[in-house]
């Protein structure tokens, strides 16, 4: 009898590892610069999202990780994207990188051209949907949070979000409209015109409120 | 007869002196950078004024005059202001400034800072107020006509022109708003985002339509 | 007895009070930037020069004077120079400006053109010649002190430096080359290609070293 | 004995074609920016690089390519290496890139950090090398010619010639030292301090004699 229980218990297990495949948890990697890199933080917006999956009893399906780097630029992410995305086989991959190569034209004079933007943008795309990756884009939020148009930089980081909503029709790859969630956010909550504090603590970097804002239109985007 | 005769060239003498001061032409100087150094072509804004004054009949009450220098920044008009405005005893002056202040940031690294923009244009009104001298500021009108808010510098632009408002506002000075203008007339204009052509021959100089609407704010402002 | 005692010392007030215009004490305005505005700390070259003065046995001949503000480059030196410099009515004044001008074109985009570095240096000069006032140029020390000519800003540096020597040739104005001194002692001194640490404590503001190579280089200059 | 030496024709026929690949054009890929680019032109460097090795008589034993692409900085060389260079299976690659990685930082606010000049150019030096590929280095030559230590870049110039110095040293390449030659160059024959004329026709591209000076250079450094 013990015997027979045994080699019941054995094929049990097979069985589920036979079929353990089916309920490989999807990975998800979050592929940014510092703004991802706060992300994993406890009250970062892909902590958040995590915490969201697990609300939902759908956690155990899927694994977030977070791979951002302060700084980077498209260039350091078409750099890396072997070592830091690739390597680790993921299903789906979520890209948000643009405020460096904007901001670093005015404070470091190394920003990016915005044609060079758009021609490693695409070719880390390319690379990703030939692993047969699910790509999802965002644009940049915020330089600077003030809501009668004088933050320096939004023309220019404008400009790279049109050219980012661009590749992602091209490329028929999802898009999550932060800059345009931020500046509609701003227009209805902002009516002192403050410079930061209401998504940001410091113009660019997410506060509270920017954190769930993100992880909110992140849980719309890939759980919709 | 010949000391009544006498009498009566000395009383009309003395009426046509009397009145003078009322037939004296007023002088308006326009000080500025290379777009009001155009205003004097052919089809420059302040050509454009004197004719609309002859057609009103008081051109001979007035004399406009062009003191505009490609490539002014605010400290530049600053150092010229003695020899090239206060020199010619003006009635009005109309400064029309801020696009280099802005523009060379980028272009040569060479802009001006925020607070000295303010400082610099405070130190020319005191200076044209001191003389009695009245003073009509105008807002920067354009660097991009782009109506999806990606001109490169309108963040900076919108910024510089707040200043000039607040600086209109606190030195009781009328103000031309061209920024706004500008920004409503491309908003209503130029429906395929074109980044010139519009108002502007190159994104920043007045191209025909740009120096009739100039010169019909001016027209309005100056003789209401 | 004691009326003529009284008279006698009357007579010896009256004469001092004649001679006393001769012994007017000498006002030299250090007029300059922060390097400048730290000069009068306990450890800074205008305090150490008064020292030497004083040591000299002629402090009471001279009264130095600072008159530099942090970030200022050569257009805010035109700007606050009634209020600052000839309000104090100066017999001397040593200029020495030059460092923000080039270093702000990278940090802040808004540096100072070199023509116009030019310009308004000669319309300072102008203005305090005219009062008769000795007029002393300093040229721009350090922006990096390392020696292998690596100094990201030591190109512009120099031609700053070139132009300020020029001017100094053509207004007959007498040349403290800090920039060469500080070269100098540098490529003798900094074996090791330091970018600061040797005369300045963050590659641009004086150490002590620094401030007692410029306290003397002035001593040399003003009192040879 | 007809028949025999047919025999001993084909033998040695056949020993010749054994040996052929002995004789295989080694080929030799020209990686650079508009410098390189202009190096095909009838004057251009690799086109007398190319007449050099004819005149020596090894003409046909090398296929020099050129693979220079205008206002190409380091990680523009990185995207298109596998496409430019690697696909051409190269035997030796001359790397010449530098210029614009410091000059677009002045003129488009878009020159590269200097950490991650030295981290892009590792990361082609490596992929290179994997493939067994000699690898020559080349440090930039100019951004100006004045010999007064005044050109404006020739700080920065000099720093990112430094990293690639260290680079050739780290990984065991040739090091053709163009910067130094280049300086040499002019202290030696600019002694009128020209900006440009003595090697580059505008402070950047070489002019004929820039063009010798280089492809006596590399002769020296390919053909010892």
Redesign the interface.
């Known amino acids: 009898m013990i015997k027979k229980n045994w080699w019941l218990l054995l094929a049990a297990a097979c069985l589920l590892t036979a079929f353990a495949p089916l309920q490989k948890k999807q990975r998800i990697v979050f592929f940014g610069d510092s703004i991802t890199e706060a992300g994993v933080k406890p009250t970062g917006f892909i902590t958040l999202l995590t915490n969201m999956l697990q609300q939902k009893g759908i956690g155990n399906n899927y694994e977030l990780v977070g791979a951002g780097i302060g700084g980077n630029k498209v260039?350091?992410l078409?750099?890396r994207m072997d070592d830091d995305v690739l390597a680790k086989n993921p299903d789906i991959v979520v890209i948000w990188v643009g405020v460096n190569d904007v901001w670093?034209?005015?404070s470091?004079?190394?920003?990016?051209?915005a044609d060079?933007f758009e021609?490693?943008y695409n070719?880390i795309i390319k690379k990703l949907q030939a692993k047969n990756i699910k790509v999802l884009l965002c644009t940049p939020a915020a330089i600077?949070e003030r809501t009668?148009?004088?933050?320096?930089?939004?023309?220019?980081l404008?400009?790279y979000s049109?050219i980012i909503r661009n590749i992602a029709a091209n490329n028929h790859c999802q898009l999550i409209d932060l800059r345009k969630m931020t500046l509609d956010y701003n227009l209805a909550n902002n009516t002192s015109n403050k410079e930061s504090g209401i998504l940001t603590t410091d113009r660019v970097h997410l506060n509270e409120t920017g954190n769930k804002m993100v992880a909110e239109a992140m849980m719309k985007a890939l759980f919709p």
């Open positions: 260039y350091d078409y750099l670093h034209k005015r470091f004079g190394t920003g990016t051209d060079k021609k490693f070719a600077g009668d148009f004088s933050n320096e930089l939004d023309g220019d404008n400009k049109g």
